[in-house]
C-alpha cells in the first residue's frame, strides 16, 4: 500500500496533465467507464476527460450522460454521482462552505445515494475520504488549483457529525473541525481528547492492522481513528492503482 501510495504522491501534481488522449490511455480509460463500480471520483472524471476533453468541464449533466450512452457507456446512478460531484467541485467549490454542498459530495464520493428528504449525518471515515479526494481535484481546475479553507458551516457539521459518533477527536484529513468539536464537549473532557489526540499522532500506522485495541476509554477512540484512516488509505490505494494506470495506458488487470 505504502509503495502505491508513494508513486501516487509524484503524479498527484501532474493530474491536470493526465487528461491528454494516447490510444492506450483512451482504452483504459473506456475500460474504467464500462466497468465503473467501485473507481474514486478522481478516476471517473480523469477517464472521462481522457476520452472528451476538458470541455467535458462545462457540459450539462445531460449532454455527459447523453455522450456516453451514444459510445456504448452506460454509468450507474452511483458513478455518475461521483463524476458530477467531482465536476462540480471544479466549478463551484461550495464543498468547502456549505454543509449541504459538503454532505451531498461526501455521499456521492463515497458510493452513497442521496435522500433529499433528510438532513444525512455523514460517516467520519467517508467525511475523511472524500475531504482528502476534494483536495486532489481540486488540482485538476484548469483555471485555479487553490484548496479553499473550511467556512464555519461545514466545520461545525463536521464536529457535529462526529460528537453523534462518539468521536473525542477527529480522523485525518477532517482535523479542521477539532475546535468546533471540543467546544461541544464538556470541559472535563478536555483534556482527555488532548491525551487522545497525542496518542493517536505517535502511534506507528503502518501497523494498525495489526495492533488490538482493548476496550478502555482511550484505546476505543485510538479504534475508531484507525478505522477511519484504514478506509482511507484503503481508497487513497485504490485509486493510486487505477491512476497510475490510466498515466501509464496500462490495463491493471493485464
Same mark, same amino acid.
Given at each position: 500500500?505504502?509503495?502505491?501510495?508513494?508513486?501516487?504522491?509524484?503524479?498527484?501534481?501532474?493530474?491536470?496533465? !493526465?487528461?491528454?488522449?494516447? @490510444?492506450?490511455?483512451?482504452?483504459?480509460?473506456?475500460?474504467?467507464?464500462?466497468?465503473?463500480?467501485?473507481?474514486?471520483?478522481?478516476?471517473?472524471?480523469?477517464?472521462?476527460?481522457?476520452? !472528451?476533453?476538458?470541455?467535458?468541464? /462545462?457540459?450539462?449533466?445531460?449532454?455527459?450522460?447523453?455522450?456516453?450512452?451514444?459510445?456504448?457507456?452506460?454509468?450507474?446512478?452511483?458513478?455518475?454521482?461521483?463524476?458530477?460531484?467531482?465536476?462540480?467541485?471544479?466549478?463551484?467549490?461550495?464543498?468547502?462552505?456549505?454543509?449541504?454542498?459538503?454532505?451531498?459530495?461526501?455521499?456521492?464520493?463515497?458510493?452513497?445515494? /442521496?435522500?433529499?428528504?433528510?438532513?444525512?449525518?455523514?460517516?467520519?471515515?467517508?467525511?475523511?475520504?472524500?475531504? !482528502?479526494?476534494?483536495?486532489?481535484?481540486?488540482?485538476?481546475?484548469?483555471?485555479?488549483?487553490?484548496?479553499?479553507?473550511?467556512?464555519?458551516?461545514?466545520?461545525? /457539521?463536521?464536529?457535529?457529525?462526529? #460528537?453523534?459518533?462518539?468521536?473525542? /477527536?477527529?480522523?485525518?484529513?477532517?482535523?479542521?473541525?477539532?475546535?468546533?468539536?471540543? #467546544?461541544?464537549?464538556?470541559?472535563?473532557?478536555?483534556?482527555?481528547? @488532548?491525551?487522545? #489526540?497525542?496518542?493517536?499522532?505517535?502511534?506507528?500506522?503502518?501497523?494498525?492492522?495489526?495492533?488490538?485495541?482493548?476496550?478502555?476509554?482511550?484505546?476505543?477512540?485510538?479504534?475508531?481513528?484507525?478505522?477511519?484512516?484504514?478506509?482511507?488509505?484503503?481508497?487513497?490505494?485504490?485509486?493510486?492503482?487505477?491512476?497510475?494506470?490510466?498515466? #501509464?495506458?496500462?490495463?491493471?488487470?493485464?
Amino acid at each position: 500500500m505504502l509503495q502505491s501510495l508513494a508513486r501516487f504522491a509524484d503524479v498527484v501534481p501532474q493530474l491536470q496533465n !493526465y487528461s491528454v488522449k494516447t @490510444a492506450s490511455r483512451e482504452q483504459v480509460a473506456r475500460g474504467f467507464l464500462l466497468e465503473s463500480d467501485g473507481r474514486s471520483a478522481t478516476v471517473l472524471l480523469m477517464a472521462s476527460r481522457n476520452l !472528451y476533453g476538458i470541455e467535458l468541464l /462545462y457540459w450539462e449533466p445531460e449532454t455527459i450522460w447523453l455522450t456516453l450512452e451514444k459510445d456504448g457507456i452506460d454509468l450507474p446512478v452511483e458513478a455518475r454521482d461521483k463524476l458530477q460531484g467531482a465536476i462540480t467541485l471544479i466549478r463551484n467549490p461550495a464543498f468547502y462552505w456549505d454543509n449541504l454542498v459538503f454532505q451531498r459530495t461526501v455521499q456521492s464520493f463515497n458510493g452513497e445515494l /442521496y435522500d433529499p428528504e433528510a438532513l444525512q449525518e455523514c460517516h467520519p471515515a467517508h467525511m475523511s475520504w472524500a475531504t !482528502y479526494e476534494a483536495s486532489l481535484i481540486r488540482g485538476m481546475d484548469p483555471e485555479e488549483q487553490e484548496v479553499p479553507e473550511f467556512d464555519e458551516d461545514v466545520q461545525q /457539521y463536521v464536529a457535529v457529525c462526529l #460528537k453523534r459518533a462518539g468521536y473525542i /477527536y477527529p480522523p485525518p484529513y477532517i482535523t479542521f473541525a477539532a475546535e468546533n468539536l471540543l #467546544k461541544m464537549l464538556p470541559e472535563d473532557k478536555h483534556a482527555f481528547a @488532548a491525551t487522545v #489526540k497525542k496518542a493517536w499522532e505517535h502511534l506507528d500506522k503502518e501497523a494498525l492492522q495489526e495492533r488490538s485495541f482493548p476496550e478502555d476509554p482511550q484505546n476505543v477512540q485510538l479504534a475508531k481513528l484507525a478505522s477511519c484512516y484504514d478506509y482511507t488509505t484503503g481508497q487513497a490505494e485504490s485509486m493510486a492503482n487505477d491512476v497510475l494506470s490510466l498515466e #501509464k495506458g496500462v490495463n491493471p488487470l493485464s
